[in-house]
């Protein structure tokens, strides 16, 4: 699964996506798209199957994934960790969460000292066998 990031921008890249296609549907597939002056014959042979209804259709249809998208965009943003939060509760979060990191880091020191300790005491005991 990705990080909350990652699938906020593939959303927004797929909104952008969707805001392309819909606009472009529209423009190629109103209703005066057959009848401008400027029309190429491709875009007016394609638009020629669309029914006013059916055009109504699948305006409403677009603009319904358009919301929907959108909806998910801001549940993901909601998602996003730090929303809701104040900026002086993230810091005094920031601040535990380095105090934690450096008893973590000085039980990791003290660790590291431990074993240092214990290797030398195995490296005599290995020695003393050694001569015997």
Known sequence: MTDRLTQLQDALDQLSTQFYSTLRYLNEHHPHASSSPG???????????????????????????????????????????????????????????????????AARAGAVRERERLRALLDGVVACVRRV
């Open 39 to 105: 029309a190429n014959s491709s875009s007016s042979s394609s638009s020629a199957g669309d029914s006013p209804v059916q055009f109504q259709q699948r305006t409403r249809e677009l603009a319904r994934d358009l919301v929907i998208k959108q909806q998910q965009i801001e549940f993901l943003i909601g998602a996003l960790p730090g929303i809701g939060t104040s900026a002086a509760a993230q810091a005094d979060r920031l601040a535990a969460l380095q105090r934690e990191m450096h008893d973590v880091e």
